[in-house]
């Protein structure tokens, strides 16, 4: 079992409208890079399975040696009879089966409060609703006033997604949310516009660029030699794993064979994390035409061999 660990930014959800958030941060202790998943659980055995009412956004990540991801992790209890609803939160590694890191499990409690019974209906009261009419009038007057007047946007840049959004929220301001790649840490704030400070009306929309983790592009190397194709994988800061089906890691010396890279999983162009193993698929193939100047640079043993003879 690996040394992955994880600590939660709260213990406790707080439900707005049945949705909520909190931010996860998965750590990988071990020496080298692990896939890592974050899964959601029922918190209690039941039969049929309960719901969990958990959304967590790319859950499997490759997670370098020493480094910690943060996830996002979204409630929404849309639906759910009222109760308290438990919630196994565990960071396994994807080559494991999460039962093995159960003890390692962080449960959140989701609680769906029980609505109020209708009382019965009495004699109707024209006058509470004269007073009421009035009230509403007035408090309609305030909203606008508050809605229209002019106020300071909060500065929320590097805070998490969910708490920037409820300050947001809470100063009387909309938020939308877009993703960037970001070496910021994942699932914060990293721009805002308008910026913080700034001063615009009450109910405008601050649009939130939310950092998610920089991606690397699989280079197209299929019918290239190895020594090229470690070249362009280096560029692109993605590890090379020999482990299926490659016959050859290097080119042979004093062989006129080549190393050629003849298959990349994933597929040439797919986004993958900084770091990740890209399978790599190689073979022998000989020189049918002979290109002694190529020969001379991938085996100047044997040119040397030649002009001595």
Known sequence: MTAITMTLSSPDVALKDGKGSLTASVTNGSPEAERVVLGAFPGQVTN?????????????????????????????????????????????????????????????????????????????????????????????????????????????????????????????????????????????????????????????????????????????????RIENARTAFQTAQIQLDFTQGSTCQAQPVFSIQRCVVVGVVPDAGSKVSINALVLVRTELRSSIILDPVNICVSNPQLCTNRLNQ
């Open 48 to 224: 049929p399975p309960s719901k969990t009412y958990t959304t967590i956004p790319n859950p499997l990540r490759t997670i370098a040696a020493g480094a910690t991801e943060q996830y996002v992790v979204n409630f929404d209890t849309a639906g759910a009879s009222a109760g308290s609803y438990p919630v196994k939160l565990i960071a396994y590694s994807a080559d494991d089966a999460p039962e093995d890191y159960a003890d390692q499990a962080h449960v959140v409690t989701l609680t769906v409060p029980a609505t109020d019974k209708p009382k019965p209906p009495g004699r109707f009261p024209w006058l509470w609703v004269i007073i009421g009419g009035v009230v509403l009038l007035a408090a309609i007057g305030l909203i606008l006033f508050f809605m229209f007047k002019d106020a300071n946007v909060p500065d929320v840049t590097t805070k998490p997604q969910a708490e920037a959004v409820q300050i947001l929220t809470d100063a009387g301001f909309a938020a939308a949310t877009t993703e960037i790649e970001s070496t910021s840490p994942e699932g914060t704030v990293v721009n805002q516009t308008p910026a913080g400070g700034e001063k615009v009306g009450r109910g405008s929309t601050v649009n939130l660029e939310i950092a998610v983790p920089v991606r690397a592009t699989v280079p197209d190397v299929v019918g290239q």
